[in-house]
């Protein structure tokens, strides 16, 4: 099997041409020793079977990041027969020095220039046969999102399969040519085996480690060559960018649009996948019923493992997908039109206080899908001490998998307010991950190093691209609640099914009932079934809700008419589309489940109950990352700073919830005496 590598800068588009190469069919792993993100696809096309694989994006060859490393690593051990160079064809002038490097390993190279539709807008002229010619290299000037380009870059790719190589001579001015072709040919005498291809390659880094600032002048002297085929008006190309930028990156107004676009996208994340969450849990609730009756005549420990354990508890977790998607959704949206690295920029004023960058700030924003990206993520940062003390604070973002614990508790204590409470919790995890960032910098007490980032041009953001990101963490989503939260809700059912076959003198309801006392200063340590709920989150937080479910509901029983119920399942699902769309922006729809909000909310009835519930939801906040997150922790920077993190998330969530409460019902208390 044949193997052709995709690489390029960042942001050119070469996950988006391996997408439409293999119909989004790639696998995604990790590279060997690092958490830089791998993918690749195994594709047949005719008679030709090939492995398609995406480098990381670099800019340079030097081996100076993980990026940079992995891929020049990869191309120097590994057979590679086509590499596929997808260039920004925008940004030729950068992009053709990474092309320059890459010819000379002598590897054969298609160029795709991508975003060509954007050349064509811009009065962008590209004589992509003179270059072609210059660098004896194909050309494909394309867009990603063409189908018919697809085929062109598959014909080609195959084409260049069965074309012998004879490898690419140098751009080099006459003296450094010359001085080329006799170390190949030094090179050829002392080894008379080794292939010419081998021998060039050899022979132009020998040249490179003996005249460096000959061949650095050399490559941009190439550079500016190349580009005299290239006619372009910068200022017509920018000129939309900088009208955005103008408002977006105001010196003033920049940072309140942000916050209000987070809010905005926290309600419509919020009230646009309610309808969808009600109807799942409705779905839920009809496969008990047929359970029910299927089942009625096992015994009952089996019944209720399957309706009451498997079916309350992974239905419970999986109803919330809705809410994973639509946050990945606008957090698709965000990277593909450029406006995430300028929520960077933007935030690098406010958190150089805090000992961070502004590139931690797009950790903690992807930490608002899952925690794991978001410690993968730190990699960016180029300071070792910054980018540890980034992956100890990522953990207290509250990530996805909390959001159904919050929406749960927003709407049985506070009904049409979630979207204000969800936001504060969110607040208070940001203010509390900077708080941490600055308290671990102090024994630092040196300046951050400035940052240096790219902002890349706005761009519409590809809904095929979007989408195809949302079915990607929606299916890793539903694999780890599959895998890991099944078999937590199935060791919880056992510990509230036995031994007695009654949750109320069950194993979880023994250990809920002796440590409630720890608790009670929280102000929730009353309430059993809550306290015994933490202990399943480790493995992933999903499971409080599955838990409370299994727990509060009552047992399911077979409905009189199961028929009936099936109808209204149907119908629901319509409603459940429409009311999506026509209550987005009603911030008091609710639409979830009736039965379990209810149950929820006479778990308090006192005058402190509302403080109750939002001290149970910091607790959650901040508790022990699951165990995923860990074992990213583990991976990327050791044991000890897992373990570490593990500490600060035992006594923050504690300490937190207690300072919370005891401060509420101080202040209530006062407010009573007057």
Known sequence: MKTAAFVGNPNAGKTAWINALSDAGFEVGNWPGVTVERKQAQVQWGSEKLTLIDLPGIYDLQKTNNEEQITQDFLESQPVDCLINVLDATHLQRALRLTLKLRMLQIPMILIFNFYDEVLKNGIEIDAVKLSRRLACPILCVSAFDKQAVGQVKET???????????????????????????????????????????????????????????????????????????QDPQRRLLKTRRIDAVLLHRIWGLPLLLAMSFAMLMLIYNGSSPYVGWLNQLTLWMQHGCQLLLAGVPAWLRSLVCDGLLAGIGSVLSFLPLMAFLYFFLGLLEESGYMARIAFLMDRL?????????????????????????????????????????????????????????LFAAAFFPGQGGVIVFTLYGLSLVSALVLSLILSLPEQRRQPWMVLELPVYRRPSLKVVFNKVRQEVKNYTRKAMTVVMLAMTVLWGLTYFPSGEITTSYAAQFGKAASVIYQPLGFGTQWPLVASLPGSIAAKETVVGFLASVLRDKVEAPLDFAQ???????????????SVVHLADFSQEGQDAGLISEIGRLFDDPLGKLRAYSFLVYCLFSIPCIMTLNALRQEYGTKLMLKSIAIMVLLPYGMSLILFQLGRLLYWLSMIR
């Open 157 to 231: 790719i195959l084409a260049m399969l069965k074309e012998p190589f004879s490898g690419y001579r140098p751009l080099l001015t006459q003296p450094l040519e010359e001085a080329w072709v006799r170390q190949v040919n030094t090179l050829q005498l002392a080894q008379p085996f080794a292939s010419s291809l081998a021998l060039q390659k050899q022979a132009y880094m020998q040249l490179c480690e003996a005249q460096p600032q000959a061949m650095h002048q050399a490559l941009y002297q190439a550079i500016d060559s190349l580009m005299s085929h290239v006619r």
């Open 565 to 579: 119920e099936s109808k209204n399942l149907v119908l629901g699902l319509g409603e459940a589309v429409k009311n």
């Open 351 to 407: 958190m150089r206080p805090f000992g961070c960058s502004g590139k931690a700030f797009v950790s903690l924003l992807l930490g608002l899908g899952c925690n794991v990206p978001a410690v993968m993520a730190t990699r960016v940062i180029e300071e070792e001490s910054s980018r540890r003390r980034t992956a100890l604070v990522v953990p207290l973002i509250s990530c996805g998998a909390r959001l159904p614990i919050y929406l």
